[in-house]
């Protein structure tokens, strides 16, 4: 009962803060439908028709949550330990390409095939975050620079395979690679939808994603992004924690590039990811990269995503207020974290926190002063 209480707190921690900055998203993007003379409670309400207004459109918004879930996960690992890791793109297209190698030309039987390319899946996003991360430990590179370019180096990987070895001889010309064979489809698992099982894996890796911060190394993780020095003094190898880090959230990516092919498209497509990694930073900022709280994060982008065609269509509220209210969320989460260390150094002096992170900071100083004694 007690770890079901602390499971139930968490989600609240994580359900909370989101649903305050959507909020208020929400209310200035009102206002501004209000300005240019739209009813704001007509077009949500055609937005909200258009993501749940019938088990199909259920479905598609939930279709669209599951790489977002994914995706959410994987950036939130890296986040924690202070790993800016914006190639979710990337990884998510090296993970679908592997995946997809394993489907279409090994000689092994389905059944062997299935687990064979998740797990390539899951090496090709890890192997792509690994360069990044080999990058940084080794030369100090700024992995929100060799991730982003790594990105570029996928998206054209993918285009000069899809038009070229991997080119379905029978696809009349189209950039795609052949049908996988149906018995490594996933499931539909509601009728009349696309709804497929790969919904039933993103909940299990967020569980996962929950008792991950619990073990040994998860705590290391945190401890790295709150302060390397604290890390090294402490034990902890900074750069291989980084590696591995690095490995599981470009892994998790190429995860949900695994769900997408193999659930969705069955094909290699051009340009396959959509922008989802992109979109994923913003769902795990959202939720305070917090397990529980990606999937509501996830789900209000997916909601936003599909409904947000049907309101341009029924209202004639162009899409690009969808962007709008994602831009507004984010200047609310920037605003959140401004305020909660304004309050934290201000009026957080005697709470567990405050005194948690003035040990780090004393110890980074500490380790930071000896390291230049020491170079001097």
């Not at 939130?76 to 990884?91: E, L, R, T």
């Not at 018995?183 to 509601?190: A, D, E, G, M, Q």
């Not at 290391?220 to 490995?247: F, W």
Request: aromatic share 12%; proline share 3%; hydrophobic share 50%.
């Amino acid at each position: 009962m007690h770890k079901l209480g602390n499971i139930l707190k968490e989600m609240m921690k994580g359900i909370l803060s989101p649903f305050i900055s959507v909020l208020l998203a929400f209310f200035v993007s009102g206002i501004l439908l209000l300005l240019v003379g739209t009813n704001p409670l007509e077009a949500y309400s055609s937005l909200l028709n258009g993501a749940f207004g019938s088990s199909h459109r259920i479905g598609e918004t939930i279709i669209k949550a599951i790489p977002f879930i994914i995706l959410g996960l994987g950036i939130s690992v890296a986040f924690k330990a202070q790993i800016w890791n914006i190639g979710a793109d990337g990884q998510f297209t090296l993970g679908a390409i592997f995946a997809m190698i394993v489907a279409l030309y090994l000689p092994f039987s389905n059944i062997i095939k299935m687990p064979l390319s998740f797990i390539a899946a899951f090496v090709g996003g890890a192997c792509w975050g690994g360069i990044a991360a080999f990058l940084k430990t080794k030369f100090n590179a700024n992995e929100v620079i060799t991730t982003l370019m790594l990105n570029y180096i996928a998206f054209y990987l993918l285009e000069w395979l899809v038009k070229g070895p991997m080119m379905d001889p029978n696809g009349h010309g189209f950039p795609q690679t052949a049908l996988i064979h149906e018995n490594l489809r996933l499931p539909i698992i509601l009728k009349g939808t696309r709804l497929h099982l790969g919904i039933l894996l993103a909940v299990i890796l967020i569980i996962g994603g929950y008792y991950f911060w619990k073990t040994v190394l998860g705590f290391k993780i945190e401890v790295v992004g709150q302060s390397p020095y604290v890390a090294e003094y402490s034990g902890i190898k900074v750069n291989k924690t980084i590696g591995i880090t690095m490995c599981i959230s470009a892994g998790l990516a190429g995860l949900a590039g695994w769900t997408e092919v193999f659930g969705l498209h069955y094909r290699l497509l051009e340009n396959i990811s959509g922008g989802y990694g992109n979109l994923a930073i913003v769902v795990a900022l959202l939720a305070g990269l917090n397990p529980f709280g990606i999937i509501i994060s996830a789900f209000f982008f997916a909601a936003l995503v599909v409904g947000g065609n049907s309101m341009q269509r029924m209202v004639g509220v162009p899409f690009s207020l969808v962007d709008v209210i994602q831009g507004l969320v984010i200047i609310f989460i920037i605003s959140r974290v401004i305020y909660t260390r304004w309050r934290e150094q201000n009026h957080g002096k005697n709470t567990v926190n405050s005194i948690y992170y003035k040990l780090i900071r004393k110890f980074s100083k500490d380790e930071y002063a000896d390291s230049t004694c020491s170079t001097r």
